[in-house]
């Protein structure tokens, strides 16, 4: 029989394993023909940019597969080194990926209705990210928690704008929106938006909730 304690690494593992594996099937797939110059995939205006996209999407690897591995406690309080050498290497390329959104944004970005998306997103990136290092700084690990999940679902919007017209596809829930233009301006505030919301309340609302229900039976 598995123990409670087992039962819960393996379920982080299987968890956290899926979402690997996702992320670095779309991180290839997309990723590869930049990196390898396909210019049959790869608009004109793009490959002008190359070295800023190089730029965006080397260090976005690292939030994509580090951030995972800080989340799994086994990982976290076992290898206690290893955890604070990849949190700095996962800041570092966060706030380098998401910086280069401004300059993508004003370059090769083809979507005029999603701009002010990303921009905002990449804003609330960087400022999650700069939070959960001042607050290891200060010691405070609880808000370094929270901060660094909220930064992870920011840099995870990679994987879900990509899986979006998938769903949509098996699914039909978008077919109501016949301009593919506008379609995909959708898809690029939702693929951030939801997920972020989902964690704040988790994060925020859930327990502010359960603390005043807890204090209106008394």
């Not at 099937?25 to 070295?51: A, R």
Request: charged content about 15%; glycine content about 4%; aromatic content about 18%.
């Amino acid at each position: 029989m598995l123990t409670r304690k087992r039962k819960i690494l393996l379920g982080n593992l299987f968890f956290w394993g899926i979402v690997l594996l996702v992320s670095t099937y779309y991180y290839l797939t997309n990723v590869e023909s930049y990196i390898f110059y396909n210019p049959s995939e790869v608009s004109e205006v793009k490959l002008k940019y190359k070295w800023w996209l190089v730029a965006h999407f080397a260090p976005a690897a690292t939030t994509l597969f580090l951030g995972p591995l800080q989340f799994i406690p086994y990982i976290r309080n076992r290898f206690l080194k290893f955890h604070r050498i990849s949190g700095k290497i996962y800041i570092i390329g966060s706030l380098v990926s998401a910086l280069t959104v401004y300059v993508l944004l004003v370059t090769t970005y083809s979507l005029p209705g999603a701009i002010p998306s990303l921009a905002l997103l990449a804003t609330i990136w960087i400022f999650t990210t700069i939070m959960a290092y001042i607050s290891i700084r200060k010691r405070n690990v609880k808000v370094h928690k929270e901060f660094m999940i909220r930064s992870y679902v920011c840099g995870l919007a990679f994987v879900f704008i990509r899986l979006l017209p998938e769903v949509d596809y098996f699914t039909g829930i978008f077919s109501f929106i016949e301009d593919e233009t506008m379609r995909y301006t959708i898809y690029e505030w939702i693929c951030w938006v939801y997920p972020l919301m989902i964690t704040e309340f988790f994060l925020s609302w859930r327990p502010q909730l359960k603390k005043l229900l807890k204090t209106s039976r008394k």
